[in-house]
Nanobody, 124 residues
Framework: QLQLVESGGGLVQPGGSLRLSCAAS????????IGWFRHAPGKEREGVSC????????NYADSVKGRFTISRDNAKNTVWLQMNSLKPEDTAVYYC?????????????????WGQGTQVTVSS
């Protein structure tokens, strides 16, 4: 009933761009903060970005500030992550997840509903 589905990943050259989508089903996003996370081989899963329930506040990891932008449209039940100026170190499986909170105060902790992930590979 509570499902998130990521899409938009793929292979891109360094300096390129991708736009990831996170679509919800079984529930509406209106009351949930949504986070983007990534997990690369040999590394710990890390938080990338978070957006509050109404888009009023956002949070970014230092490694992606100025390059990534998170946004949402609750009427479409969708959250996006626009990724620009991609680097090889951005290569990972990217996941979106719903928080138990309406804001990002607990981010990157306390995210309960997760998508299946979408692969992003940055390589020449």
């Amino acid at each position: 009933q509570l499902q998130l589905v990521e899409s938009g990943g793929g292979l891109v050259q360094p300096g390129g761009s991708l736009r990831l989508s996170c679509a919800a089903s079984g529930f509406t996003l209106d009351y949930y903060a949504i986070g983007w996370f990534r997990h690369a081989p040999g590394k710990e899963r890390e938080g990338v970005s978070c957006i509050s329930y109404n888009g009023g506040s956002t949070n970014y990891a230092d490694s992606v500030k100025g390059r990534f932008t998170i946004s949402r449209d609750n009427a479409k039940n969708t959250v996006w992550l626009q990724m620009n100026s991609l680097k090889p170190e951005d290569t990972a499986v990217y996941y979106c997840a719903a928080s138990t909170y309406y804001d990002c105060s607990a981010y990157p902790a306390d995210f309960s509903s997760w998508g299946q992930g979408t692969q992003v590979t940055v390589s020449s």
